[in-house]
């Protein structure tokens, strides 16, 4: 049984938005002791950007999950300030998606990520992730 796999082009994007909160900030997620944006918030935004590219398009028992991701943080955001993250699909390689993703706060460009999305079986992954 094999899945058919959704049409997904190059140039299919998204954006998502956050205001920075306490529990966005590296002292809270336990990747530094300073009350900034942290890394591996900056990280989760990337990825919710790059699953609201493929949500409009992606069939039902059809899913993508994270296999690889670069991130490259590069300014600090502190508290109360909002970021746009905006993921470009810029790539399809059979299963695999790859999206570049700029993080901006206003006109500064806070961080880049570079994400591969692989596109399973939703079901048949939850199974093997349950031992089923």
Avoid: C
């Amino acid at each position: 049984m094999t899945m058919e796999l959704p049409e997904f082009a190059p140039g299919l994007n998204a954006r998502v938005e956050l205001t920075v909160t306490d529990a966005d900030t590296a002292q809270s997620l336990g990747s530094g002791d300073v009350p900034v944006l942290g890394t591996p918030r900056v990280l989760a935004l990337a990825e919710a950007a790059t699953v609201a590219a493929t949500a409009r398009q992606i069939p039902g028992g059809v899913t993508t999950v994270s296999s690889r991701a670069e991130v490259e943080h590069r300014a600090p955001t502190p508290l109360g300030r909002r970021v746009v993250a905006q993921a470009t699909l810029t790539k399809v390689d059979g299963r695999k998606l790859l999206f570049e993703v700029e993080i901006h706060d206003g006109d500064q460009l806070v961080a880049e990520v570079r994400i591969e999305r692989i596109i399973l079986d939703r079901q048949r992954f939850i199974a093997r992730a349950l031992g089923d």
